[in-house]
């Protein structure tokens, strides 16, 4: 038993490391010719740049998590601390949320304005990368 159990402590580490070093890659749409910066990113993704509709990945995704620490420089609770004051006071609606990279491909792909973030693993010609985090 200890031993399944060693096992599977180890391959979750394995797990959560392999995540934690993935890369992340900003997109949008192919149509879209403009060029970004992690300030802009941060910025669009804290609804501060309405130029874009953002999209997220689910709340308590790995990727998300990752996200927020490179691309915001907030933790998850800061970041959902930061939109639940902004939406009590009627002052911002934070960004749809989506289960999966093929779902933030296809949001994307469908909507010239649109900006979202994958594993670099998911990155396909279906978009466009904007900045890899």
Known sequence: MNKILS???????????????????????????????????????LGKMKKYTPVNASSGNALRAEFNKKALNKSSSQV?????????SGKGTP??????????????ASNPNAIGYIDSANLDGTVKAAITL
């Open 7 to 45: 096992i599977v402590v180890i391959m979750a580490g394995l797990l959560i490391t392999s995540v934690a070093q993935a890369e992340i890659v900003v997109v949008v749409n192919k149509g879209n010719g403009a060029t970004l910066t992690k300030s802009d990113v941060s910025r669009i993704f």
């Open 95 to 108: 960004p749809k949320e989506f289960a999966s990279d093929a779902e933030i491909k296809a949001f994307v």
């Open 80 to 88: 959902k601390a930061y939109w639940s004051k902004l939406v009590f």
